[in-house]
């Protein structure tokens, strides 16, 4: 079965610092990979994704990540985070055989500090 | 275009009730899946419906159920409620054929507390 790991529980970083954020997969095929944010009372939002194709992926609000096969990563960056970003991120693993069920990391919480 | 709608937001029982949570997904969404959040355990899968049928199924006792209707609406229900089953759950829709695979638009969520 696939899984995901998010080593870090809780980052802070500094507002207009880099951020970035990672996440180990366990699969033994090309998974699909999401990153979700999900902000306090609110369901998930999704980021961006991976299926295939080009390894480097944007998505919104100036998030993009980095597919590395040979470590099994997904990890997320943001160039210059801004207070909105304070929230609690997600990767997670679809399986291509079972595509509409998705294993999730446990997250991680980014605090933002003026 | 209106998103996944779930109710009630909020609610509390108490233990050995029953409890039925409801999804509206998105229009012209066909697949709902329904998750679990708590902290201990993170968000873990419950089942997931398309076309009224339930086409994939979590590691949940059978305490948890769920039915989705011809209008693709879909609901829960958790019986017997016990403490630990104080979470948030979280509906998500997907297109579920043809769509993007894996690409799940979810609700607010329903906060049940089991006293």
């Known amino acids: 079965a696939q899984s995901v790991t998010q080593p870090d529980i809780h980052i802070t970083v500094s507002e207009g610092a880099s951020l970035e954020l990672r996440c180990n997969y366990s699969y033994g095929a090309t998974p699909y990979l999401f990153w979700y944010v999900q902000s306090p009372g609110q369901g998930l939002q999704l980021l961006l994704k991976y299926f295939s194709g080009d390894t480097l992926v944007q998505g919104i609000k100036g998030f993009e990540a980095e597919f590395k096969r040979s470590q099994s990563s997904f990890n997320l960056r943001k160039p210059s985070v801004h207070w909105s970003d304070a929230a609690e991120y997600f990767c997670a693993v679809g399986v291509r055989s079972n595509d509409y069920k998705l294993s999730f990391g446990a997250g991680t919480t980014v605090t933002v500090r003026a | ?115």
Request: hydrophobic share 30%.
């Open chain 2, 1 to 115: 275009k209106a998103g996944v709608t779930q109710t009630p937001r909020y609610l509390i029982k108490t233990r050995g009730q029953q409890v039925t949570l409801s999804c509206s997904p998105i229009s012209g969404h066909r697949s709902v899946s329904w998750y679990q959040q708590t902290p201990g355990q993170g968000l873990q899968f419950l089942f997931e419906y398309f076309s009224e049928t339930q086409r994939n199924k979590g590691n949940f006792p059978g305490r948890f159920s769920g039915r989705q209707f011809s209008n693709s609406r879909s609901e829960m229900n958790v019986s017997t409620l016990e403490l630990g089953d104080s979470a948030l759950y979280l509906c998500a829709s997907s297109q579920g054929q043809g769509g993007v695979p894996g690409e799940l638009f979810f609700g607010e969520g329903s906060r049940l507390t089991v006293l």
